[in-house]
T-cell receptor, first 114, second 114 residues
């Protein structure tokens, strides 16, 4: 138990569906992240939120839409995805500006796009 | 930009064998270096870290030394166990920034056989 909880753990959706991934952290951190993990590729940072403001968006297609309503919750809204978007989506949190580099990860949401 | 390169896997060892997983990096500043581990079905968790040149990080029998002259941070363990089977990720934190952003390598799968 890392203190970061992601739901759902598994999601199968069609290309025209709209779904959302949810992440919740119970660590009192003030920064949250979305990473994409695809087979045989480095983890790709998608979004960074600090103090509920988006501080980084790594050229992610607009079919991925993040939302951070407060420092404990992070969402990734999914719309008209492509099969190549199938991957494990990992949420992480940290204490921003402490620069310890330690991220606390959730177990991930395995997404399959048909 | 900054990058991390890890040795290709999978690495297959017998129990009690010596482990080395190579990691080299490219960075313009003075990054901190990390090893994260991902056990099957779980998210990533920090294994060890080093924040400056010649520092040695260690945890659970694993060690890695920050070598600035060779830009390396190789992971070693003297005697692996079946329970060490996992994917290992080398990572660096970008320069002197405080974003908590980590650059990951592609991961190396370790399989330990009894």
């Amino acid at each position: 138990e890392t203190g970061v909880t992601q739901t759902p753990r598994h999601l199968v959706m069609g290309m025209t569906n709209k779904k959302s991934l949810k992440c919740e952290q119970h660590l009192g951190h003030n920064a949250m992240y979305w990473y994409k993990q695809s087979a045989k590729k480095p983890l790709e940072l998608m979004f960074v939120y600090s103090l509920e403001e988006r501080v980084e968006n790594n050229s992610v297609p607009s079919r991925f839409s993040p939302e951070c309503p407060n420092s404990s919750h992070l969402f990734l809204h999914l719309h008209t995805l492509q099969p190549e978007d199938s991957a494990l989506y990992l949420c992480a949190s940290s204490q921003f500006r402490r620069n310890t580099g330690e991220l606390f990860f959730g177990e991930g949401s395995r997404l399959t796009v048909l | 930009g900054d990058s991390v390169t890890q040795m290709e896997g999978p690495v297959t060892l017998s129990e009690e064998a010596f482990l080395t997983i190579n990691c080299t990096y490219t960075a313009t500043g003075y990054p901190s270096l990390f090893w994260y581990v991902q056990y099957p079905g779980e998210g990533l968790q920090l294994l060890l870290k080093a924040t400056k040149a010649d520092d040695k990080g260690s945890n659970k029998g694993f060690e890695a030394t920050y070598r600035k002259e060779t830009t390396s941070f190789h992971l070693e363990k003297g005697s692996v166990q079946v329970s060490d089977s996992a994917v290992y990720f080398c990572a660096l934190s970008e320069g002197t920034g405080n974003t908590g952003k980590l650059i990951f390598g592609q991961g190396t799968t370790l399989q330990v056989k009894p």
